[in-house]
Each structure stands twice: as structure tokens, then as C-alpha cells.
């Protein structure tokens, strides 16, 4: 606690003043005593997600959506050929597309 009688929530660094005080917050947190946690996911500029960004205290985490992996910068999402594995369950033709794929007949066959 400093002499103002306040005192950073933890998520700062505190320098204290005569009869004053102020907090440098961390990354992720504002406010007087750094105890409001920045929903870095409401504003895109805040974040550098693809696809879908999770908010978390004093951080935030991104994923993808279904038919995309997470990328190696854990930022952005790859397409996943289903048809690499198994022929995507199909039987005879996979076909891949961003995000999804499907399945389809040879000639003479139907779905």
C-alpha cells in the first residue's frame, strides 16, 4: 500500500508520490489500480486472431473454426484437407474445400 492509501491490484507496477500514487499496468490490464482486465477480443485491432479469439485475464487466446487448424504463430488458421486421411470417409471421390469437403460418386455410381 502506498501513502495515498491505494494500492496497484497486482496486474502493475505501483510508483508511489506524496499523497499520490500511480500504476504502469501490464499488458491486458487498465484502470487507476490495473484491476480491469482488457477484452482484447471486442476490438480487432487488439488482436491479431483469424478466425475466433477467446478472451482470458490479461490475455487472450485465438482458434479456428471447424475445417481449419491452428497455424504454428498461433494466430492463423490452415485449411485441413479432410481427403488426406481415410478419403475423408468417402468411398469413392473426396473433394477439399476451404473449410469443409465432400463426397461424390465416379461415373455410373450415385450418392
Do not use: K, W
Not at 3 to 29: H, K, M, P
Amino acid at each position: 500500500m502506498n501513502r495515498a492509501g491505494v494500492e496497484c491490484s497486482g496486474n502493475g507496477d505501483c510508483t508511489d508520490g506524496l499523497d499520490t500514487f500511480s500504476c504502469e499496468c501490464d499488458d491486458g490490464f487498465t484502470g487507476e489500480t490495473c484491476a480491469i482486465d482488457i477484452d482484447e477480443c471486442t476490438n480487432p485491432s487488439d488482436n491479431d486472431c483469424e478466425q475466433v479469439c477467446t478472451n482470458s485475464i490479461g490475455a487472450f487466446d485465438c482458434s479456428c473454426n471447424d475445417g481449419y487448424s491452428l497455424n504454428d504463430d498461433d494466430l492463423a488458421c490452415d485449411d485441413i484437407n479432410e481427403c488426406d486421411s481415410a478419403n475423408g470417409g468417402c468411398q469413392q471421390v473426396c473433394t477439399n474445400s476451404d473449410g469443409a469437403f465432400g463426397c461424390s460418386c465416379n461415373d455410373g455410381y450415385i450418392l
